[in-house]
């Protein structure tokens, strides 16, 4: 089913799923937004993710306080686009946080939306590509096991809570199903994501949502880049120094996931290596990944996309074994590189080990260092304060002095 921009009470709701392109594509809706506008469609929300919202409707805890955000947030959306319907324009909402609601959820979030308008849209990879997506999503979030083990686990050990997460939010074909159940087959679009032509799952939505050419032509900057396989590697290593050492949940959000989301998004450059599925797993994974073709091409719902090469991608794995010294030398290196890392957390006051550590000092002189750097920061902020206030650049050259 499609529907025509500007269809009064219409409704598109993109789902995910994660690791899919739903960074770029929100970015892409919220950058264009008044382009949108113009075409008859509202974007739903203030920013480019209204992830509150989607947590609260489908009952999604936070992590650290472990609370479901207030479902005023989800109220407030409704709210939105109940605005767009009696302006007479199509509602677009989005967020991968619906791909894994379950039945109840769904039922609630059809209500809410309206059944009879409503159109969903699920961009799929092939799970090669968002396997070890999703291991490093796990990572930056605390995890702690190499990618082997990682799915190893999800592959073979169905009542382990991990494997049952992984597939809520990774099981394409239950998840189209789910919400095809809810809302009839020709109501549920599924995206296949051109592996070979990422960018051109903009020009895919368009053609789903009936948007003219050119409507989503600013390109995002920021799309959730994934680390490297070294450098996911090396983060695996430090989360395990870091929890065994005693640190906690709330240090790592605010020290560990910062720095390593500020580094992919800010500080690297040239290309990267990716995580790559190891070959002893690959006929497990590509067996999946061909079921869930299978299975969505019975459910009868709208495909866009090539689902033969979903089913078959062309893929490199890692090699089974390499040479004992280049593996022994490369596990020093992600050792190494963890072990810096982790000093400096101890050293910037992010963390203390529960067992002190030789050569760090003392606790109280490191105490009093980041306590006169950050008065330094204070100071010198507090002076371009003032400056700006009074017009200066605070830039004094050679010859002004």
């Known amino acids: 089913m499609s529907m025509h921009p500007g269809s009064s009470n219409a409704t598109i709701l993109h789902i995910g799923a994660p690791k899919c392109g739903s960074t770029a594509l929100q970015s892409a809706f919220y950058l264009n937004r008044e382009r949108l506008r113009g075409v008859g469609v509202e974007f739903i929300g203030s920013h480019a993710h209204w992830t509150s919202a989607a947590k609260a409707v489908t009952g999604v805890a936070d992590r650290i306080s472990g609370k479901v955000p207030p479902i005023s947030e989800w109220d407030a959306l409704l709210a939105w686009t109940a605005r767009a319907h009696q302006e007479g324009r199509t509602a677009l909402i989005s967020s991968e946080w619906f791909a894994s609601a379950d039945a109840a959820h769904i039922e609630r979030i059809v209500r809410d939306l309206g059944r ?31 990618l082997a083990a990682w799915l190893e686990t999800i592959l073979t050990k169905p009542e382990s809570p991990r494997t049952q997460r992984v597939w809520l939010k990774h099981g394409y ?90 580094y992919v998004n800010s500080i690297r450059q040239g290309g990267i290596e990716k995580s790559r599925i190891p070959a002893q797993l690959l006929p497990a994974v590509l067996a999946r990944n061909a079921e869930i073709a299978r299975n969505i091409e019975s459910l009868g719902c709208t495909v866009i996309g090539d689902l033969k090469r979903f089913a078959d991608p062309a893929v490199r794995a890692v090699a089974e074994s390499t040479s004992g ?26 963390t203390e080990p529960v067992a002190p550590l030789p050569g760090f000092g003392r606790l109280s002189d490191r105490y009093r260092y980041q306590a006169a750097s950050l008065a330094r920061r204070l100071a010198r902020a507090a002076k371009r304060g003032v400056i700006a206030r009074l017009g200066f650049s605070g830039r004094a050259t050679k010859r002004d002095a």
């Open 325 to 350: 010294t280049e593996s022994d030398q490369r596990d020093a290196d992600v050792r190494s590189a963890a072990g810096m890392m982790y000093s400096l957390i101890i050293t910037a006051g992010i």
């Open 173 to 262: 074909d239950e998840i189209a199903s789910r919400w095809a159940e809810a809302i009839g087959k020709d109501r549920v679009t599924i995206l296949i994501v051109d592996e070979q032509r990422p960018e051109s799952i903009f020009q895919d939505f368009s053609l789903i949502a009936k948007l003219p050419e050119g409507v989503l032509s600013t390109a995002p900057k920021r799309t959730n880049p994934s680390l490297s396989a070294f450098e996911a590697d090396v983060l695996a290593e430090l989360n395990q120094m870091f929890f065994t050492r005693g640190g906690t949940l709330k240090e790592y959000r605010s020290g560990v996931l910062r720095t390593f989301d500020g």
């Open 116 to 146: 009879d308008s409503l159109q969903v849209v699920l961009a799929i990879r092939p799970l090669t590509s968002t396997l070890p997506s999703a291991w490093q999503q796990g990572l930056k979030l605390g995890g702690t096991l190499g």
